[in-house]
């Protein structure tokens, strides 16, 4: 996979003169659809692992677009896809693990899916992405905390919206509930899980 340096455009809103016009007088938005890089994109996950060490992961295959306004990228719909059997820890045998029944069970639920249902404003370039995550055939409602890094254009002309987002679940909440305990009383692997996207998405048409 090659590497490349991007750079990054940060844009304030613009400053004028005259009052904004009204919704009456604004021109329709315009959406249009970008896919998700996932060559120059990542689905990470943070786990505890024995109370106190982290685990961290990654899903290696992946996709999914925006629609958004370019001229107003924290608004707009998002939809992702991962499969779940391309989990990787650097272990595998903990990595057929999480394939199996007891986490993920990759065999009967091949589709991680993410999709939302409305977009909060949190100030500047930053945002709330609501919507549902689906994980084993279950779904439950989720919000990211989610920023706005930029727009750019690569070495080819392309242009670019680079987004991160976090947050955290319960597996449990999905019907993953596999443990054991510890003598200390505590769980051998947590019951939370941090979820960390990074994407860049070019147009659909580049």
């Given at each position: 996979m090659g590497h490349y340096l991007v750079k990054v455009r940060l844009r304030p809103p613009a400053r004028t003169g005259f009052p904004a016009p009204s919704s009456a007088e604004r021109p329709p938005m315009t959406v249009s659809t970008w896919n998700i890089d996932a060559s120059h994109s990542s689905?990470?996950?943070?786990?505890?692992?024995m109370v106190v060490a982290r685990v961290h992961g990654r899903f290696e295959r992946f996709s999914g677009i925006l629609r958004v306004n370019p001229e107003q990228p924290t608004q707009g719909e998002v939809e992702m896809s991962v499969e779940t059997a391309s989990i990787y820890t650097g272990s595998s045998d903990r990595d057929a693990h999480l394939r199996s029944p007891d986490f993920l069970d990759a065999e009967a639920a091949p589709k991680l899916t993410f999709r939302s249902t409305r977009i909060e404003?949190?100030?500047?370039?930053s945002f709330r992405l609501l919507g549902d995550l689906t994980i084993r055939n279950v779904t439950q409602p989720v919000?990211?905390?989610a920023r706005h890094i930029?727009?750019?254009k690569d070495p080819w002309g392309n242009s670019r919206l680079i987004y991160s987002a976090r947050t955290t679940v319960n597996r449990t909440d999905y019907g993953i509930r596999w443990n054991k305990t510890l003598d200390n009383g505590g769980w051998l692997v947590s019951e939370k899980i941090?979820?960390?996207l990074d994407i860049q998405a070019i147009p659909a048409t580049a």
């Open positions: 689905v990470l996950f943070v786990a505890r692992h404003p949190a100030g500047g370039a919000a990211f905390d930029g727009t750019s941090d979820l960390e």
